[in-house]
Every structure is written in structure tokens, then in C-alpha cells.
């Protein structure tokens, strides 16, 4: 069978799986890179051999590419992790090709491509989360110059607050922020219904509830209040929403939370940083890593892990420059 034909098959399949639009997203992404490596043919794909493969891997680890989003930046080599995506996306195409009779060999599974190191964690500080939170109440990160300071409409100021403390309280995904409706928010418990990555039982992911903090709740209350001025807040109505009432997008969040961060000082602003900061200070405050592992919405303890030993660390160097003992040299 034809490349094209298999990817379209390949990704039908993948769609009534339950795939997320991101997942599908990402294969789709990937594959047409090879499309585009291997044009203008289009090869069957038992005739795609691993010199073929190791040639197109070969290019991405030496091209640069320009990154998406809104921002005007400059062409860049992709990441290790990204090459290892396209890698496993490779490796599912031909698994199911192989499953439905349409390819005789596994390819991908000839070439080995580095492994890449696990990305280093950095939460942020109590100090850079006030930071944060004070930019966002005085000056305009939608803005489209960062060094324009304008006086911020209130229902920006209470939305980026609410939605600050939410990401921080909570660590949920960029993803299941945008996705969140009012219905999905319980603020008398002090709840929210969280929509993870699967689309699964007739278009509904994979949910989880997440707890809310008193002040999160606060904002999130006050917020709300203050679109009732202006907008009808239906029960689907997005939680979290634009000027003009439209429900954010992922790519939109991550660009506002680094405009805000460069206005607050603080680097490499974006959405699962905050997923980090939330992991981690949950352990250092005596949290468990199973009720972790479900606040977070993970299929596996090997992340949460990960965020343990960072946590311990802390606690370690904490009593080294805390002991008694060492300090008064008994």
C-alpha cells in the first residue's frame, strides 16, 4: 500500500480509537514530514527501507525548523523528545499496517535513534508565582509589544488571577484549562471535573476530579461575577474565556503566560510548569504519590517518580543546613 493511503487509513483508525485532536494532531504532523522527505514519490510502503528512515531522521536532527505559535521566532533544531515522537509514530504506523495485513516488515523497528535525556524540572518559587500574579493585575500581556505597560480592563486583571491560581492549585494540563466549562467548576466543594487526554465513550475523555483551594475558588467566583456584567455564563460556557467570551486555546495560553512572564521576570513562563510546580510542592507538603499520580491524571507512577526525588532532595538538603547536631557540632 501507498504511504499517503496507509497515513490516511492509519489516522481514520486512530480517530475511532479515541485519540485526543492533539494526538492525532502530532501523527498527522509527523507524518507529513516523511510525505515531505520522501516527495515527490509516493512509495509503497514494504519499498520504504531503513536507510530511507535513517536518512529522514538524519535531516531532522541536523535542519532547523521554524517554531509554531504566534510569535515571529527564529528557525531552530527540533528536540530530542520531538524526534522520538515521530519515531513512535513511525513505529504505530507500521504496527498497523503490519495488524491489517498492508505491509509484511517493520521498518522503523530496523533504526535506533538516540535516546533522548529526561527533560530537568524546574518549578517555579513562591516569589516568581507573586511576581506572576502581581504582572498580571498591572500591566497588559495580550499586549502585542512587550514593552507596551497599559492599564489592564478589570475583567482581564480578575481572569488572570483565577486562572493563575488555578493552574498552580491544581496542575492541570493546558489542554484540560481550555477545555474547562462552567458546569465542570463545583466551587462550594471546591471541585473541578477535568477532561484529560482520550477521547473516549462517544467523544468524552478520560475525567478526573481536581481539588480547589480556598483563594482559587475566591477568584475563580469573582471572575465569574464580573462576566455576568457582560456575558450570558451558560453551563457550557467556557470557565476560562477571551475578551470577546471565546473559550482559550492551548496555543494562546502559552503565548499569553510567556508575555506575562517576560513582564513579571520571569523565565520560561508556560502552561506544564506550573504542572510541575503544583507535583512538586504537593510531596514537599506530605502529599502521597498515588493521589498524586490521580490529581495529575497520570496512567503510570514513572513521572510522578521523577517529582518525588526532586522532592526528597529538597527535604535532604533542607536538614543538611537545618541539623542540630551539625550545626551546634556535637
Same mark, same amino acid.
Request: aromatic share 6%.
Given at each position: 500500500?501507498?504511504? *499517503?493511503?496507509?497515513?490516511?487509513?492509519?489516522?481514520?483508525?486512530?480517530?475511532?480509537?479515541?485519540?485526543?485532536?492533539?494526538?492525532?494532531?502530532?501523527?498527522?504532523?509527523?507524518?507529513?514530514?516523511?510525505?515531505?522527505?520522501?516527495?515527490?514519490?509516493?512509495?509503497?510502503?514494504?519499498?520504504?527501507?531503513?536507510?530511507?528512515?535513517?536518512?529522514? +531522521?538524519?535531516?531532522?536532527?541536523?535542519?532547523?525548523?521554524?517554531?509554531?505559535?504566534?510569535?515571529?521566532r527564529p528557525p531552530k533544531p527540533l528536540s530530542a523528545k520531538t524526534i522520538?515522537?515521530?519515531?513512535?509514530?513511525?513505529?504505530?504506523?507500521?504496527?498497523?499496517?503490519?495488524?491489517?495485513?498492508?505491509?509484511?516488515?517493520?521498518?522503523?523497528?530496523?533504526?535506533?535513534?538516540?535516546? &533522548?535525556?529526561?527533560?530537568?524540572?524546574?518549578?517555579?518559587?513562591?516569589?516568581?508565582?507573586?511576581?506572576?500574579?502581581?504582572?498580571?493585575?498591572?500591566?497588559? &500581556?495580550?499586549?502585542? *509589544?512587550?514593552?507596551?505597560?497599559?492599564?489592564?480592563?478589570?475583567?482581564?486583571?480578575?481572569?488572570? $488571577?483565577?486562572?493563575?491560581?488555578?493552574?498552580?492549585?491544581?496542575?492541570?494540563? $493546558?489542554?484540560?484549562?481550555?477545555?474547562?466549562?462552567?458546569?465542570?467548576?463545583?466551587?462550594?466543594?471546591?471541585?473541578?471535573?477535568v477532561t484529560g487526554k482520550s477521547r473516549l465513550n462517544a467523544g468524552h475523555?478520560?475525567?478526573?476530579?481536581?481539588?480547589?483551594?480556598?483563594?482559587?475558588?475566591?477568584?475563580?467566583?469573582?471572575?465569574?461575577?464580573?462576566?455576568?456584567?457582560?456575558?450570558?455564563?451558560?453551563?457550557?460556557?467556557? $470557565? +476560562?474565556?477571551?475578551?470577546?467570551?471565546?473559550?482559550?486555546?492551548?496555543?494562546?495560553?502559552?503565548?499569553?503566560?510567556?508575555?506575562?512572564?517576560?513582564?513579571?521576570?520571569?523565565?520560561?513562563?508556560?502552561?506544564?510548569?506550573?504542572?510541575?510546580?503544583?507535583?512538586?510542592?504537593?510531596?514537599?507538603?506530605?502529599?502521597?504519590?498515588?493521589?498524586?499520580?490521580?490529581?495529575?491524571?497520570?496512567?503510570?507512577?514513572?513521572?510522578?517518580?521523577?517529582?518525588? $526525588?526532586?522532592?526528597?532532595?529538597?527535604?535532604?538538603?533542607?536538614?543538611?543546613?537545618?541539623?542540630?547536631?551539625?550545626?551546634?557540632?556535637?
Amino acid at each position: 500500500m501507498q504511504l *499517503s493511503t496507509a497515513i490516511d487509513g492509519f489516522l481514520l483508525a486512530k480517530t475511532v480509537a479515541g485519540c485526543s485532536p492533539n494526538t492525532l494532531r502530532n501523527y498527522r504532523h509527523a507524518l507529513h514530514r516523511l510525505q515531505a522527505h520522501l516527495a515527490p514519490g509516493d512509495p509503497d510502503l514494504d519499498d520504504i527501507t531503513p536507510d530511507h528512515l535513517r536518512a529522514f +531522521f538524519a535531516h531532522l536532527m541536523s535542519a532547523r525548523f521554524k517554531p509554531g505559535g504566534i510569535a515571529d521566532r527564529p528557525p531552530k533544531p527540533l528536540s530530542a523528545k520531538t524526534i522520538q515522537n515521530i519515531h513512535i509514530c513511525l513505529r504505530s504506523l507500521w504496527t498497523w499496517a503490519i495488524a491489517e495485513g498492508l505491509a509484511d516488515r517493520h521498518t522503523p523497528s530496523a533504526v535506533t535513534i538516540p535516546k &533522548p535525556e529526561p527533560p530537568d524540572i524546574q518549578p517555579l518559587t513562591r516569589d516568581q508565582v507573586k511576581a506572576l500574579l502581581d504582572a498580571a493585575t498591572h500591566s497588559a &500581556p495580550w499586549s502585542t *509589544s512587550p514593552d507596551t505597560q497599559t492599564a489592564l480592563p478589570r475583567l482581564q486583571q480578575l481572569r488572570d $488571577a483565577a486562572l493563575l491560581r488555578l493552574l498552580i492549585d491544581t496542575g492541570i494540563r $493546558a489542554s484540560e484549562l481550555c477545555n474547562l466549562t462552567i458546569a465542570d467548576l463545583d466551587l462550594t466543594a471546591g471541585a473541578a471535573r477535568v477532561t484529560g487526554k482520550s477521547r473516549l465513550n462517544a467523544g468524552h475523555g478520560k475525567q478526573r476530579t481536581v481539588r480547589l483551594g480556598a483563594r482559587t475558588r475566591r477568584a475563580i467566583w469573582t471572575y465569574h461575577a464580573e462576566r455576568k456584567k457582560t456575558q450570558q455564563l451558560t453551563p457550557d460556557a467556557p $470557565a +476560562f474565556a477571551t475578551r470577546d467570551g471565546q473559550p482559550l486555546n492551548r496555543k494562546n495560553l502559552r503565548t499569553h503566560l510567556h508575555r506575562l512572564g517576560q513582564r513579571a521576570g520571569v523565565p520560561h513562563v508556560h502552561p506544564h510548569r506550573f504542572r510541575h510546580t503544583f507535583a512538586i510542592n504537593y510531596l514537599r507538603n506530605g502529599g502521597d504519590i498515588y493521589t498524586l499520580q490521580n490529581l495529575l491524571g497520570h496512567t503510570s507512577l514513572e513521572m510522578v517518580r521523577r517529582y518525588l $526525588a526532586l522532592a526528597e532532595a529538597d527535604i535532604s538538603a533542607a536538614h543538611r543546613r537545618a541539623s542540630p547536631v551539625d550545626n551546634w557540632r556535637l
